[in-house]
């Protein structure tokens, strides 16, 4: 297989060929001619630009009916977590942050901690 001036789209056709075949990755790349160690490296670039493309601040609606809290993202557009002007924000070492506005009760913020754990 010709793999000189491979591109990201043209990757992704033989990404999904793999994981259609049910082989490991040496198998397919023997099967098709394709240098491991390339499969290997165009495979960790795919995924990096999966998860570039995936990061960012979602804000997320909370609302109490029937005595249940449910959590829910209102729209699918990102916005900046300035925009929130949060009175306080407990930050977990692993990264997560979590930002309390005046509309929280203590029922949603207790729920939030208890998902963070």
């Known amino acids: 297989m010709k793999q000189k001036n491979l ?37 960790k670039k795919l995924l990096d630009s999966r998860n570039a493309s995936s990061a960012g601040f979602i804000p997320v609606s909370m609302s109490q009916r029937n005595g249940k809290i449910s959590i829910s993202s ?3 557009a990102r916005t ?6 949060p009175l306080c924000e407990i930050v977990y070492q ?5 930002r309390i506005n005046r509309e929280m009760t203590l029922d ?10």
Do not use: H
Request: include cysteine; charge should be negative; proline fraction near 3%.
């Open 74 to 76: 209102p729209s699918a």
């Open 80 to 85: 900046s977590p300035q925009d929130c002007s």
């Open 7 to 43: 591109t990201l789209d043209a990757f992704k056709k033989i990404y999904a060929e793999w994981q259609a075949s049910d082989t490991t990755i040496r198998e397919f790349c023997r099967t098709i001619c394709f240098d491991e160690d390339k499969f290997y490296f165009w495979k």
């Open 94 to 98: 692993n990264g997560v942050v979590i």
């Open 108 to 117: 949603m913020l207790r729920s939030l901690i208890l998902l963070c754990q």
